[in-house]
């Protein structure tokens, strides 16, 4: 059985910085595409980051690259979301997910597994 179990989470104020972690197990994910969304309160959930598990290459939501760096630990089979200057508009659910075949690392109807999500929430 798959799972992904985010953790990291919590209330940090406008400009400080969090690190997310996603622990991965249950299958193999050498050939897997992992990702980070988010969501915030009455807003669809959007795409933040993604690697490849071989880290041949990253992909970023435009608003935090620069910001935030994603990588992960083959070792511990952990992925990893390193926010730094927050603002108050990343606040939300954040989501880490997993997928093989990924023809849009945009879009989550690609990735078959998920997290069930650590909240953000930056204050002003």
């Known amino acids: 059985q798959v799972q992904l179990v985010e953790s990291g989470g919590g209330l940090v104020q406008s400009g400080g910085s969090l690190r997310l972690s996603c622990t991965a197990s249950?299958?193999?994910?050498?050939?897997?595409?992992l990702a980070w969304f988010r969501q915030a309160p009455g807003k669809e959930r959007e795409f933040v980051a993604a690697i490849s598990w071989s880290e041949e290459w990253t992909n970023y939501l435009n608003s935090v690259k620069g910001r935030f760096t994603i990588s992960r630990d083959a070792v511990k089979n952990t992925l990893y979301l390193q926010m730094n200057r927050l603002t108050p508009e990343d606040s939300g659910a954040y989501y880490c997910?997993?997928?093989?075949?990924?023809?849009?690392?945009?879009?989550?109807?690609?990735?078959?597994?998920w997290g069930q999500g650590t909240q953000v929430t930056v204050s002003s």
């Open positions: 997910a997993a997928g093989e075949t990924v023809l849009d690392v945009f879009s989550r109807r690609y990735y078959p597994y």
């Open positions: 249950g299958r193999t994910f050498s050939d897997d595409i």
